[in-house]
């Protein structure tokens, strides 16, 4: 069956922009998980959702940073006034339920450059 | 919170020869200890899991063991191959923490490559 998806997979940004990343989870994982690489770096959390609520959003690095889930689906990660250290791969991931039971699935990523 | 420190960051290796990574993680609340294969331009795939009420498990050619009492937890991949050539992350889950149900904590990676 399909994975989970993410789009743009590269996005070119002037510093200052807003960006929106989007990430279509596997059909029927109900939790969702916002994740950045940065070079050289281990993959740091940003956000959770369980449904359309964040229980979780004390990963965000700053109030530029929002998340929103609609329809217990498809989430967006907005980046206002994006700086150069925005600049990473972030990666969502979902699993069926919330919890170290259930294995995080994670999508391809997007590549965000702010130059 | 939690901390996660991975060593090493790059690993060679000849085709057959063994690969260990290791990992120690800072809070002894942790339950869960997983293990990603990322290829390039990829996500992170799982390829192994840990439990804390367990010391080892193996799959094929794949075997992580965990010492709860120093806190740390290691990846041995048996005769390599080139395809196991990718970067490795650990990484921990504060499994009992309410809201934080299911978060991972990762390590900042190992790049291993086996050559021919």
């Known amino acids: 069956g399909a994975g989970v998806s993410q789009s743009p997979s590269n996005k070119v940004t002037e510093k200052g922009k807003d960006v929106e990343l989007r990430c279509d989870p596997i059909?029927?994982?109900?939790?969702l998980y916002w994740y950045r690489q940065s070079l050289g770096q281990g993959l740091e959390f940003l956000i959770y959702?369980?449904?359309?609520?964040?229980?979780?959003k004390s990963g965000l690095p700053s109030d530029r940073f929002s998340a929103e889930r609609t329809g217990g689906s498809v989430s967006t990660l907005t980046i206002q006034r994006t700086q150069q250290e925005d600049s990473a791969v972030y990666l969502c991931?979902?699993?069926?339920?919330?919890?170290?039971?259930?294995?995080?699935?994670f999508g391809p990523g997007t590549r965000l450059t702010v130059t | 919170g939690e901390n996660v420190e991975q060593h090493p960051s790059t690993l060679s290796v000849q085709e057959g020869d063994s690969a260990v990574i290791k990992c120690t993680y800072s809070?002894?609340?942790?339950?869960?200890f997983p293990w990603y294969k990322q290829e390039l331009g990829k996500g992170p795939q799982l390829i192994i899991d840990?439990?804390?009420?367990?010391g080892e498990k193996k799959d094929q050619r794949i075997a992580v063991t965990l010492n709860k009492t120093a806190k740390h937890f290691s990846l041995h991949i048996t005769e390599t191959q080139p395809e196991d050539s990718a970067v490795y992350f650990c990484?921990?889950?504060?499994?009992?923490?309410?809201?934080?149900?299911?978060?991972?904590?990762f390590g900042r990676g190992t790049q291993l490559t086996v050559w021919p």
């Open positions: 991931a979902s699993s069926l339920r919330q919890g170290p039971s259930y294995e995080q699935y």
């Open positions: 059909s029927g994982h109900t939790a």
């Open positions: 959702f369980q449904g359309n609520s964040a229980p979780d």
């Open positions: 809070d002894s609340a942790s339950n869960y």
């Open positions: 840990i439990r804390s009420n367990v």
């Open positions: 990484a921990a889950s504060l499994a009992d923490r309410g809201s934080t149900l299911g978060r991972l904590y």
